[in-house]
Nanobody
């Protein structure tokens, strides 16, 4: 089993930037993909960005060109650099990791506790 700890959330003005980090521990050797989901009050949790161990990435259309997901395999850590933040980016952001042969968000994936990101003027 993998344990995940997110950090880096906070309050920023529209147009500002934040960098989230997620450190994995436990059974880290089985991890394939690492990524991020978010959930705003009253809305469903949605995929934001993900990256495999070998560098392939996926982004939600709403964040393409503004967010960048990166990964330090040696540190077992995934990051989400968020630029040009908008009020609609306000949500709790959750780290998610999946093992080989399983995708992000599946029953076999592991979730962090979440970190709040608030974008407001």
């Amino acid at each position: 089993q993998v344990q995940l700890v997110e950090s880096g959330g906070g309050l920023v003005q529209p147009g500002g930037s934040l960098r989230l980090s997620c450190a994995a521990s436990g059974n880290i050797f089985s991890i394939n993909a690492m990524g991020w989901y978010r959930q705003a009050p009253g809305k469903e949790r949605e995929f934001v960005a993900g990256r495999t161990m070998f560098g392939s990435t996926n982004y939600a259309d709403s964040v393409k060109g503004r967010f960048t997901v990166s990964r330090d395999n040696a540190k077992n850590t995934v990051y989400l650099q968020m630029n040009s933040l908008k009020p609609e980016d306000t949500a709790v952001y959750y780290c998610n990791v999946s093992p080989n042969n399983r995708g992000l968000g599946t029953a076999q994936s592991s979730w962090g506790q979440g970190t709040q990101v608030t974008v407001s003027s």
